[in-house]
């Protein structure tokens, strides 16, 4: 059941394979910038994590998604 505030604004949970893939950039971004692994450069890691919230919050926002 979406959350409902001034009957204009809907908020409904993401589908699991958004939520997971969310899940895994921002856990890559956080393994890279600590330097466990090096998938990428470090520098790119504020870009992936911001992706994957940028995902979750689509999944959020949009029906269906």
Do not use: D, E, H, Q
């Amino acid at each position: 059941m979406p959350y409902a505030r001034a009957r204009r604004f809907y908020l409904t949970p993401p589908s699991v394979w958004l939520f997971l893939i969310s899940v895994v950039l921002a856990i890559l971004a956080v393994l890279v910038t600590y330097g466990y692994i090096s998938l990428f450069r470090s520098s790119y890691a504020f870009l992936v994590l911001l992706a994957g919230y940028i995902l979750l919050a689509v999944g959020c926002l949009f029906r269906r998604i």
